[in-house]
């Protein structure tokens, strides 16, 4: 079966500090892997996407980067930080499994970043 | 660009009851799918059902089903014998070519007993 990991979760940061959150899948290979932020009370926006190492898609220009440096790993990151990064960070994948498709995407259980 | 929208913030059922939750979408393209997610305290997201925007027959999910109306861009989830761990944040979203999900901004489900 699959499983997917993100750490950690929970992270308290100050303003100006830089920013490095990870995401892992397990049991499933050449997966589309993407990152969202969900700020509070709201719904989930799209950040990043990558369909194979190396590529990486930026849906929303800011203060953060992605990087997929092997086919199982996405990685969040940011220099220094906004007290506006603050949020809830999803990792989520979608891939060819017994029973889903490249049109279902499986989510992991969250980073929850405050930026002080 | 396409959108998706939940008009109701919030909601409350009775343990048992049956519910409706609401949603519209806007989007070009005639191939897509639709999804409802769950959200509960948690904050783990949750696959409650899908439909494919090809088919015309209705998705169900045990106690969970849609009523997908193509023409007017409409996909309510209907979750029938309301339980108190149905209680969460409910987000509906919609994926085009791309594999990108768009989501609307939720609506919370409260379950009284």
């Known amino acids: 079966s699959q499983t997917i990991h993100q750490w950690p979760a929970t992270l308290v940061q100050p303003v100006g500090s830089p920013l490095s959150l990870e995401c892992t899948v397990e049991?499933?290979?050449?997966?589309?892997l993407y990152w969202y932020r969900q700020a509070a009370g709201r719904g989930l926006q799209l950040l990043f996407y990558s369909v194979g190492i190396g590529q990486i898609s930026s849906e929303v220009p800011q203060n953060l980067s992605a990087s997929r440096p092997q086919d199982r790993q996405f990685i969040l990151s940011s220099k220094k930080l906004l007290l506006s990064d603050s949020g809830f960070y999803l990792c989520a994948w979608s891939g060819r499994t017994s029973g889903s498709s490249y049109n279902e995407q499986f989510f992991g259980p969250g980073t929850r970043l405050t930026v002080l | 660009a396409q959108t998706v929208t939940q008009s109701q913030p919030e909601m409350s059922v009775q343990e048992a009851e049956t519910v409706t939750l609401s949603c519209t979408y806007d989007?070009?393209?005639?191939?897509?799918?639709l999804f409802w997610y769950k959200q509960p305290p948690s904050r783990q997201m949750i696959l409650v059902i899908r439909q494919e925007a090809y088919k015309q027959q209705n998705a169900t999910e045990n106690r969970f089903s849609v009523n997908f109306q193509k023409a007017a861009k409409s996909f309510s989830l209907k979750i029938s014998d309301s339980q108190l761990g149905d209680a969460a944040m409910y987000f509906c979203?919609?994926?085009?070519?791309?594999?990108?999900?768009?989501f609307g901004a939720g609506t919370i489900l409260r379950v009284k007993s």
């Open positions: 989007t070009s393209e005639s191939d897509y799918y």
């Open positions: 049991g499933t290979s050449n997966p589309n």
């Open positions: 979203a919609l994926m085009e070519y791309g594999n990108k999900l768009v």
